[in-house]
């Protein structure tokens, strides 16, 4: 398939800068995946919306302030990191910022001097691997000195980091949030598990990669960067539960929907699971754990949409977004959200 199949015009207006100030205030368009149907609700409807037995399973990953403003040791010369992956205590890949001079053996400091780091190595993409030094957690200082990672279509300042993480963010290590959850409120939560609505968790840390853009004109040869997740054996056994009584498994967001069916495709089977995945959903894929996904409104040509096609239909779900873009919805990270089913 070509990437320009899956794109879309959007008025730049459409995309939301600030998040409501209610969760659940946010809208919720209903797309029915065997007919197109398209219907128009709220996030606060969503427990109208399922059924008791359904599941959904939620990614706890939590973000983390990984942009780091910070000075070369020598020279006292502006630098920006962004953190994507720790590959082992201490070590972490990032995205250096000016990198023409960050050589192997570069030297920084942040925080004024709460943190230093020197490059390690240089790899294929032009990414760094940085040792950091520090005293006490290393987390900690990050809340601490660094600031959220906003995409770069948002421009507006961010005044409360919690409004990038989910009401149930747990596991420190994403470097974008997992927006789809963005939604949900604890009063929500409680709704849907008094209506006999089970909840379950996994955790995948969303790398950038996610996001970065698909360069190849046939998708087929675009490479998806890999992500950590962790299937514990409740959620794995929620599912199977679920599955065997006739619920349905809704996947909240796509970070969940990947690690459901990364563990499916690795295993032939829900179990309990840990390690990376760079799985790509595009039409064509074969789904074998999720029924219903709940999702915001993805980028024109990004993998996000390429997946959510997978999952309800390419000409559904680009028709889905003309009506959205008519009924004037707010797209991507702090805009609107879909339930296909």
Same mark, same amino acid.
């Given at each position: ?61 939590? =973000? ?5 403003y910070g000075n070369r040791e020598k ?5 920006? @990191? ?63 000195? %660094? ?8 421009? !507006? ?25 963005? !939604? ?6 409680? !709704? ?33 960067? $890999? ?34 069916? $990364? ?11 840990? %390690? ?20 915001? @409104? ?10 959510? $096609?997978?999952?309800? %239909?390419?000409? !559904? =779900? ?6 959205a873009i008519a009924e004037q919805y707010?797209?991507?990270? @702090? ?7």
């Open positions: 398939m070509k990437k320009s199949d899956f794109y879309y015009d959007l008025p730049p207006e459409r995309i939301a800068q600030e998040p409501l100030a209610q969760r659940d205030q946010s809208r919720l368009m209903t797309l029915d995946r065997a007919t197109g149907a398209v219907g128009h609700r709220h996030f606060y409807d969503l427990p109208d919306l399922l059924l008791p037995g359904d599941c959904l399973i939620l990614n706890n990953s939590r =973000v983390l302030p990984a942009r780091l020279t006292g010369g502006r630098v920006e @990191f962004v953190l994507l992956n720790e590959k082992k205590r201490d070590e972490w890949e990032v995205i250096l910022r000016p990198g023409r001079t960050a050589r192997v053996g570069a030297r920084y400091v942040f925080g004024g001097g709460l943190l230093k780091a020197e490059v390690l190595e240089i790899i294929e993409d032009g990414n760094r691997i940085v040792r950091f030094e520090h005293e006490g957690d290393f987390y900690r200082l990050i809340e601490q000195i %660094g600031e959220m990672p906003l995409p770069h279509y948002i421009t !507006h300042r961010l005044k409360d980091k919690e409004r990038y993480q989910t009401v149930y963010a747990k596991e420190s290590g994403s470097a974008a949030a997992p927006t789809a959850g963005l !939604h949900f409120t604890p009063e929500l939560l409680e !709704h849907l598990r008094q209506k006999g609505v089970r909840i379950g968790y996994v955790t995948l840390h969303v790398g950038l990669g996610t996001f970065r853009p698909v360069k190849a004109d046939t998708i087929e040869k675009h490479v998806m960067h $890999s992500e950590h997740y962790e299937l514990p054996e409740e959620t794995a056994a929620l599912i199977r539960e679920t599955k065997a009584s006739g619920g349905r498994v809704v996947g909240v967001g796509t970070t969940s929907c990947r690690t459901l069916e $990364s563990v499916a495709q690795r295993y032939g089977e829900i179990r309990a699971a840990e %390690g990376w995945t760079d799985i790509f959903i595009y039409p064509g894929f074969q789904f074998q754990v999720l029924d219903a996904l709940i999702t915001n @409104f993805h980028l024109p040509e990004s993998t996000l949409i390429m997946l959510v $096609s997978a999952f309800a %239909g390419r000409e !559904h =779900v680009l028709h889905a977004y003309q009506e707010r797209f991507y990270s @702090f805009g609107d959200a879909m339930l296909l089913y």
